[in-house]
């Protein structure tokens, strides 16, 4: 339930600790042992700088899968993010749901979807936190 917690739980008493503290934890946890583990790999294929690069490092499967934990691990903190500010602004989370949602498949088009929300029904883009 940790993901889902911040679809159907989100006020749930554990959600924030599973969301913003456990389960990113977890993940990158996994994220440094994979990386570690693949080291020669990523220093063979040139790095980071290109995409060339970048494409070399993918084809190996567990490079390929250090960035998937990468990419969840950030999207679960986006997501967690979304939902605490939505509360805090008083957005309605029935329609914080599918934010999240394109936030777990799509990343970056999930947050502009909140965004677009937020400015929608509050008029405001700021972050005051």
């Not at 739980?9 to 583990?37: C, D, E, H, M, Q």
């Not at 700088?49 to 899968?65: G, I, M």
């Not at 679960?76 to 939902?83: C, E, K, N, R, S």
Request: aromatic share 10%; with cysteine.
């Amino acid at each position: 339930m940790p993901r889902g917690s911040l679809v159907v739980a989100p006020r749930w008493k554990w959600t924030p600790l599973v969301t913003t503290v456990l389960l990113p934890f977890g993940l990158g946890l996994a994220y440094i042992v994979l990386f570690a583990s693949n080291l020669p790999v990523l220093l063979d294929s040139g790095g980071f700088l290109h995409l060339a690069d970048v494409a070399r490092v993918l084809q190996n499967p567990w490079c390929l899968l250090a960035g998937w934990i990468h990419y969840l691990a950030f999207d679960l903190i986006v997501g967690t993010w979304q939902v605490r500010d939505a509360a805090r602004v008083g957005l309605p989370h029935a329609l914080v749901v599918p934010c999240l949602l394109l936030t777990c498949l799509l990343g970056p088009a999930g947050l502009v979807c909140y965004f677009v929300l937020r400015w929608t029904l509050k008029r405001r883009l700021t972050i005051d936190e």
